[in-house]
């Protein structure tokens, strides 16, 4: 069983810096995407950005231009740089990784929160 080992959320104030990092605890095989993802109180959870094995990525509207995922696929590692924060950035942030083709799986952390005080 795979699990997602996330680190590096907290307080920050408007216009701030965060770095999200997400780790996979076993090997993992075969084409994906890893990615976070993000839930408000009250609102449904978002996809924030993701990237495959092969680099391609995919952002929010909301985060393009702030936001930055890159990964180390040696190290089943998936990074979220985050700048320029705001307020409504404010939420519980998860990964996950999610196999692509034809390999079927689907993980996700447990989240880390992220708080933008303006």
């Known amino acids: 069983q795979v699990q997602l080992a996330e680190s590096g959320g907290g307080l920050v104030q408007a216009g701030g810096s965060l770095r999200l990092s997400c780790a996979a605890t076993?090997?993992?095989?075969?084409?994906?995407?890893m990615g976070w993802y993000r839930q408000a109180p009250g609102k449904q959870r978002e996809l924030v950005a993701t990237?495959?094995?092969?680099?391609?990525?995919n952002y929010a509207d909301s985060v393009k231009g702030r936001f930055t995922i890159s990964r180390v696929n040696g190290k089943n590692t998936v990074y979220l740089q985050m700048n320029s924060l705001k307020p409504e950035d404010t939420a519980v942030y998860y990964c996950?990784?999610?196999?692509?083709?034809?390999?079927?799986?689907?993980?996700w952390g447990q989240g880390t929160q992220v708080t933008v005080s303006s």
């Open positions: 076993a090997t993992i095989f075969g084409v994906n995407a």
């Open positions: 996950n990784l999610k196999g692509l083709l034809q390999n079927n799986y689907d993980y």
């Open positions: 990237i495959t094995t092969g680099s391609r990525t």
